[in-house]
């Protein structure tokens, strides 16, 4: 037997299917490893993002379905400031929408959003550093704050967990999450969700950033002007909250078909509505119409999926701000009932 046969036959005995397809090429990754003759610190780094990436799947798998958000902002913030009780407000409105919250695990506006959200419908991302950063008392001990020692496999379930974002003022860190965020969203690395910007009244820090970007990043044609749909200001939870379940009220999800984006929604759409999308949205095409159609062959693996109705196009993928505006527009169109 050939040590690929092996494998084939190992992986076949704990999973079935496509799973078993795919951990046998998981086997295949990590015997090459040896065969490479990867150094011991490659070795035990990569075994120990792969074992933090497992924990978190199998802590997170019991709430799948469940929408979530993530929560930015400071440490430092103080319990007494409006940032912290504005953050906690936020958080316990998210959970009255059926959301679940994810923050840091930290003290600040990571602590104020789970005091907000309650533990029940907290889990906590914490990173391990050489000072500070314990978690918070809201979710210490739950079985739902996840400990990491890299912040790329944090990142990492922070992106592919989430529904949708919320950034409070922060430092550093509140602007390397969000701006990779928006990163991965503008290079169609990433689905598009929201991201909301959120300070307190009279507050000016998001407003800041903007011009930044506007005077510095726009002005010289680092960014594009459709990028700024990626993103929403506010001074209002109410309003932030309005635009998180507004994305949702007819979009489920999309996925990736060779060129064809299928947009997958709770409802279809009439004929009309569908016309009217192709009348506002030719530019952003490669080719083709926008048409309505039932689930695709290759979306065999999303069976859970296959009562809804497919939005099908192929798009230009250099402006997914524009997407954005597509699915805004898939949420306001006529549904059949």
């Known amino acids: 037997m050939?040590?690929?046969?092996?494998?084939?036959?190992?992986a076949g005995e704990v999973a079935g299917g496509r799973s078993a397809e795919l951990v046998a090429d998981l086997?295949?990754?990590?015997?090459?490893?040896?065969?490479?003759?990867?150094?011991?610190?490659?070795?035990k780094l990569m075994s120990r993002a792969l074992r933090e990436m497992r924990y978190a799947s199998r802590v997170f798998a019991k709430y799948h379905g469940i929408p979530k958000i993530a929560i930015f902002g400071s440490a430092r913030t103080k319990?007494?400031?409006?940032?912290?009780q504005l953050a906690k407000l936020f958080a316990s409105k998210m959970v009255?929408?059926?959301?679940?919250?994810i923050t840091g695990g930290g003290i600040g506006i990571m602590g104020a959003a789970q005091e907000g959200a309650g533990a029940e419908k907290s889990f906590g991302l914490n990173i391990r550093l050489p000072f500070e950063q314990?978690?918070?008392?809201?979710?210490?001990?739950?079985?739902?704050?996840?400990?990491?020692?890299?912040f790329f496999t944090r990142k990492l379930n922070f992106a592919k967990e989430t529904q949708a974002f919320a950034l409070f003022p922060g430092g550093?860190?509140?602007?390397?999450?969000?701006?990779?965020?928006l990163t991965l969203m503008q290079t169609g690395k990433m689905q598009i969700v929201p991201v909301i910007m959120i300070d307190r009244q009279n507050g000016h820090y998001w407003e800041t950033w903007r011009r930044f970007i506007v005077n510095d990043l726009l002005d010289r044609g680092l960014?594009?002007?459709?990028?700024?749909h990626l993103f929403h200001i506010t001074h209002d939870p109410d309003e932030a909250v309005r635009i998180i379940t507004r994305f949702y009220r007819v979009f489920?999800?999309?996925?990736?078909?060779?060129?064809?984006?299928?947009?997958?929604?709770?409802?279809?759409l009439t004929p009309r509505a569908v016309e009217d999308l192709n009348a506002r949205f030719g530019p952003v095409l490669a080719a083709d119409r926008i048409e309505q159609r039932e689930p695709l062959p290759e979306e065999r693996d999303d069976r859970h999926l296959a009562g809804m109705a497919r939005i099908v196009l192929i798009p230009q993928k250099r402006d997914f701000g524009s997407i954005r505006l597509l699915l805004d527009a898939i949420n306001d169109s006529e549904t059949i009932p």
Request: charged residues 25%; glycine residues 8%.
């Open 2 to 10: 050939t040590n690929e046969s092996r494998v084939r036959e190992l």
């Open 79 to 84: 319990p007494e400031e409006p940032d912290y």
């Open 27 to 43: 086997l295949e990754t990590s015997l090459g490893l040896g065969s490479d003759r990867a150094s011991i610190a490659e070795l």
């Open 96 to 101: 009255e929408q059926g959301f679940m919250v």
């Open 134 to 150: 314990g978690a918070n008392e809201t979710i210490e001990g739950d079985p739902k704050l996840i400990n990491f020692n890299y």
């Open 223 to 228: 960014v594009s002007p459709t990028d700024f």
């Open 252 to 268: 489920n999800s999309y996925r990736w078909v060779r060129q064809q984006l299928v947009i997958r929604v709770r409802m279809p």
């Open 172 to 181: 550093f860190g509140t602007h390397d999450e969000g701006c990779e965020i």
